[in-house]
């Protein structure tokens, strides 16, 4: 008996129906979920609205602890209280609110306001539709602030004071990052492969510690993926007793690195690598740490205290990679089209550098006539001032002659104002010609329709263009020039 073969099932055919519009869209879901849900779905702006007047009853709350990350940001300045357990809050200041605190407090009251105050804040809940959480808009600072105090920032003296002990009394301390840490991520690969040279390290062997969800790990294997280099990948909760546990547990072979990285994000985050557990295991390590954690910006003790430090994960394994080239002396192999990427990149790194460049010179130029023509229209206030003061003398024949009879204060009074207001006007040149970019057919109807045609006719970037750029003086040429 013939046994008949089963036909597989075909997959579905993709829809190619056209997405509905927006509004559409909408109005299926909407109608779809009220039947499923039994209620009607509400936009976000109204969600905000019920969550604010929902917590607007619980009326002014007042919090204490310490002051983290302060700053103007977001057109308020803002700020994170946490205790000491790790919970914290944000807090922000508006406009209102920080002119009234600066008559009360006095005009340096912000700048008491830094990373370890202890304060107190009361203030109300309000949704920040911008951020997606819930903050406190502060109304009252408490009188009495104490810089210096929190136990965050008593963590973090601690652990640089140790670590500058370190380094004054250890010469292979003082040799990492931990003597100049504005030189944090002055690394290379060589100088990396020379370091672990002298501590008789061939690279064979990575252990990546790294939180348990990281989105750079990826990015951080690319680095050295074409290497004969082992990883040994140990995502764990990063906090200090893990961190530590991990270090003090490596095994010192000749041919086994640390590597300690994480992406950016908030400052809670990076935190535990300011503690003084984590800086002691990272200097008493038995296996070379190298660390890339958080951005550019984004320097912590641990970075100071590894033998070498990136400022990103990626970077970080691009650092690993070229060490172990260098120690196997190996180059990076590069293919045509990686070449022709590489020099893709620098041309255009070129040209928006020369872009860059000229934008500046045409902006000093721009103040630079605008300044002049002020100066001219102050003279005209001068001469306009004197005459509404009093009469010069063959004032009045003159004024008589050009068919202007009375008194001349109060020709003096219109012509002080005009010029006034027009020296203002120029004096906002440049700030009228840095404002957001405007697109050229606009701004060829406010009179530069000629300079607009020419550009329309080169391409931005050549040399007619730069030809054109080294021209511009007038708040409304650098708009349509320099527009994106």
Not at 189 to 212: H, M, N, T, Y
Request: charged share 25%.
């Amino acid at each position: 008996m013939r046994r008949e073969r089963a036909t597989p099932a075909r997959p579905p055919a993709p829809d190619r129906t056209p997405a509905p519009s927006t509004e559409t869209a909408l109005a299926r879901v909407r109608k779809s979920t009220a039947r499923e849900f039994r209620a009607d779905p509400v936009e976000v702006g109204e969600a905000a609205a019920r969550l604010a007047e929902a917590i607007s009853g619980l009326g002014s709350v007042s919090i204490i602890g310490e002051c983290r990350n302060p700053g103007f940001r977001w057109g308020a300045f803002r700020f994170d209280v946490c205790d000491e357990d790790g919970g914290w809050l944000p807090v922000a200041i508006d406009r209102e609110t920080h002119l009234r605190l600066r008559s009360a407090y006095g005009p340096d009251y912000a700048r008491s306001i830094t990373d370890g105050t202890v304060l107190a804040v009361s203030g109300v809940f309000a949704p920040a539709l911008d951020r997606g959480q819930v903050e406190i808009r502060a109304t009252t600072l408490s009188p009495v602030r104490y810089e210096r105090a929190g136990a965050s920032y008593r963590r973090r003296a601690e652990a640089r004071a140790e670590l500058d002990a370190r380094a004054r009394r250890d010469a292979r301390v003082r040799a990492r990052a931990a003597a100049s840490p504005e030189r944090v991520h002055w690394s290379s690969a060589s100088a990396l492969a020379e370091r672990l040279s002298d501590a008789g390290v061939a690279i064979e062997r990575v252990v990546a510690i790294r939180p348990q969800a990281s989105e750079t790990q990826r990015e951080f294997r690319a680095g050295f993926a074409s290497c004969g280099v082992e990883l040994v990948d140990l995502p764990m909760r990063l906090d200090a007793s893990n961190i530590a546990a991990a270090l003090d547990d490596a095994v010192d072979d000749g041919r086994t690195i640390i590597a300690i990285h994480r992406g950016g994000g908030h400052w809670t985050t990076r935190d535990v690598f300011d503690d003084p557990e984590v800086v002691r295991a990272v200097l008493d390590c038995r296996v070379p740490v190298v660390t890339g954690i958080g951005h550019q910006e984004d320097v912590t003790l641990a970075d100071r205290a590894a033998l070498m430090s990136t400022s990103t994960p990626t970077a970080l394994g691009r650092l690993i990679g070229g060490a172990w080239r260098i120690q196997h002396g190996e180059r990076e192999p590069r293919s045509a089209d990686e070449l022709a990427a590489r020099l893709d990149v620098d041309a255009r790194s070129q040209l928006e550098h020369r872009i860059r460049d000229a934008r500046r010179a045409a902006m000093w130029r721009v103040r630079l006539r605008s300044l002049a023509v002020a100066l001219v229209w102050a003279a005209g206030i001068v001469c306009f001032g004197e005459i509404a003061l009093g009469p010069l003398p063959g004032l009045a024949a003159w004024l008589a002659s050009i068919g202007v009879t009375g008194d001349s204060t109060g020709f003096g009074l219109l012509g002080v104002v005009v010029c006034a207001t027009a020296g203002v006007f120029v004096l906002r040149g440049p700030v009228r010609a840095s404002r957001g970019a405007a697109g050229s057919n606009r701004l060829a109807s406010f009179g530069a329709p000629g300079l607009a045609r020419r550009l329309a006719r080169v391409e931005r970037g050549s040399e007619a263009w730069f030809a054109v750029a080294r021209r511009v003086s007038t708040p409304r040429a650098f708009r349509v020039v320099f527009a994106e």
